[in-house]
């Protein structure tokens, strides 16, 4: 399976702990974006990167929050001094810039104790 | 910020039945996507419009851009067990980030 993949599928934090997930992007995908969905919600956009570059934030992505994707493959989301209502799945995506059609990976389910 | 009303919130039908759902916006978008995600996976394309007025068909799935570029549908035929999970309409401005309503549950009964 050559599909979006994301690790881990779940994690279990306490309150104030650091927590960094990893995205792998379809091979040769050029495009990478992360997504936050919470109960009963769509997915929300938080970051994508073109390649290394991190081309958009959102207004969700507060200080706490970091991406990378530093050769352009494979990408970590870090969340620092996790809260409680940063209890989510948080979901990557990679497309083809061309087409921009993103397929979406299997999530990360954080739970904030 | 651009949102996405997406009706009916749940519905519960009988195998067999056909299924609507709709999507409205207050903007524009040049792409109509929609989305199926199971319990705790990521969600699955199922059918992408790019055009206006674009009715495009996939399987039992049919799906429509409407013409002013603010709203969808999503019709399916004939429903069967694996149909059950929440649908999301999706739209893009550009090529870039996409924008999710909240979802349609579809329940089959037995």
């Known amino acids: 399976d050559t599909g979006v993949s994301q690790d881990p599928r779940h994690k279990i934090t306490k309150r104030g702990q650091n927590v960094t997930f990893r995205c792998d992007p379809i091979s040769e995908h050029n495009r990478l974006y992360w997504y936050r969905q919470t109960l009963g919600q769509g997915p929300e956009f938080l970051t994508y990167f073109q390649n290394e570059a991190q081309l958009e934030k959102s207004r969700l992505l507060s200080d706490r929050f970091s991406a990378e994707r530093p050769k352009g493959s494979f990408s970590t989301l870090e969340i620092q001094r996790t809260e409680q209502g940063d209890s989510a799945m948080y979901l990557c995506a990679s497309s083809w810039a061309a087409t921009d059609t993103q397929y979406f990976g299997p999530g990360t389910r954080l739970t904030v104790l | 910020g651009q949102q996405l009303n997406q009706s009916p919130q749940s519905m519960f039908i009988q195998e067999g039945e056909d299924v609507s759902m709709n999507c409205t916006s207050s903007?524009?978008?040049?792409?109509w996507l929609w989305y199926k995600q199971d319990p705790g996976e990521g969600p699955v394309l199922l059918i992408a419009l790019y055009k206006a007025g674009e009715l495009t068909s996939n399987g039992r799935l049919t799906a429509q851009f409407g013409i002013t570029r603010k709203d969808s549908f999503l019709n399916i035929s004939a429903s069967i067990p694996s149909d059950v999970g929440i649908y999301f309409c999706?739209?893009?401005?550009?090529?870039?980030?996409?924008?999710f309503g909240k979802g349609t549950r579809l329940h089959i009964l037995p």
């Open positions: 903007s524009i978008f040049n792409t």
């Open positions: 999706a739209g893009q401005l550009d090529r870039d980030k996409i924008i």
